[in-house]
């Protein structure tokens, strides 16, 4: 990772987001069952994935190498994919130490199958 921070910075990057999209103590759920996120705005629909090909750690070792390098870190979250209340309040602690900006938190409708 290393090589690709310096030629990102050196490429003139000034701001990097990352999203850690959940807690870390809901981030194994999503990872096993994966879901079927949609988030409405403005009357069109867009499908969110949460890439689950890292583990939380490495989410947060991706951050500290940004910032290390010196880039701005933009950092937040999907709320809606079945987490409680205190996940949500881990999520947002976990981003307020990781970054000095945050992204939107967005929130993810989950729909039921009409076969169900």
Known sequence: MPYCIALITASGLTAYN???DTSREFYPSVMRHGSNLYQYVSDHLFIIQVITTRSYDERLDTISAVRDAGISVCSGGILGLGETDQDRVGL???????VSLFSDFNKALQLQSQHA
Do not use: R
Not at 92 to 98: D, F, N, T
């Open 18 to 20: 990352h999203n850690l």
């Open 92 to 98: 947002i602690w976990e981003v307020s130490k990781q």
